[in-house]
């Protein structure tokens, strides 16, 4: 996972458009999922929320403020995003379409009006962390994939910065075109997949205040 660097990428690469119906890697409506729930998850983001996971009553208290905060976000962001509660990390997945055009790392306007109300979400619980996980479809190598997801991700990242939250708290990283939410092969799941997703989990504070 890396730390927020600014990032200036020429991405030259269009296709056509894309992509509905799950793949059911995960959940694909709003929800909450135990922590011991995420143990039996097949899922990469499962495992970053259980990575900075705290035991015991710790993951009661983390699960309980964690649950609020998602209650918040979800509100706040209506129907732009998809607001899943994982243990002790809240799940927000720009996945309702519209996000991306294929190949192109600039948000749409109606990603930037999504980023600009997370930004309120996250300026209000300075508290936290956030990992920002840039994805696409699977048109293109895997190779160009990553690095567009990647540069997805820090554009959003950076994005966020500029409309007031610490960088410090902020990191970005890339799945390409892995463990797509979306069959590919349908226009509108390859739209869906297009996306930013951003993991919100407790910071050292939280973290520290909850083992006392």
């Known amino acids: 996972m890396k730390k927020l660097t600014t990032i ?11 992509a509905c119906t799950s ?7 709003d929800g909450v999922l135990s922590t011991g729930e995420l143990k039996q998850l097949n899922y990469p983001l499962a495992d970053t929320v259980l990575k900075y996971s705290m035991e015991g009553m710790k993951d009661w208290e ?23 509660q994982m243990g002790q990390g809240v799940l927000v997945s720009f996945d309702r379409g519209d996000m991306y ?22 300026k209000n619980n300075p508290e936290t962390y ?7 479809d699977a048109i293109g190598s ?20 500029k409309l007031g939250v ?19 092969y349908y226009p509108e799941g390859r739209d869906r997949n297009r996306r930013v997703d951003v993991l919100i989990i407790p910071g050292n504070q939280m973290r520290t ?4």
């Open 8 to 18: 200036i990428l020429s991405t030259a690469v269009a296709v056509s458009m894309v």
């Open 23 to 29: 793949t059911n890697n995960v959940v694909d409506y």
């Open 62 to 84: 983390l699960t309980s403020e964690m649950d609020y905060l998602g209650e918040k976000i979800s509100k706040n962001l209506a129907d732009e995003a998809t607001v899943l």
């Open 101 to 122: 055009k294929s190949g192109q790392y600039r948000m749409t306007n109606e990603m930037e009006n999504a980023a600009r109300d997370l930004a309120f979400s996250l």
């Open 130 to 136: 956030a990992v920002f996980f840039g994805r696409t």
């Open 142 to 161: 895997a190779d160009f994939n990553d690095k567009l997801g990647y540069v997805r991700a820090a554009v959003v990242a950076n994005y966020m910065t």
């Open 166 to 184: 610490d960088k410090d708290r902020l990191f970005v990283q890339s799945y390409g075109e892995k463990y797509p939410d979306f069959f590919n």
């Open 209 to 212: 205040e909850s083992a006392r």
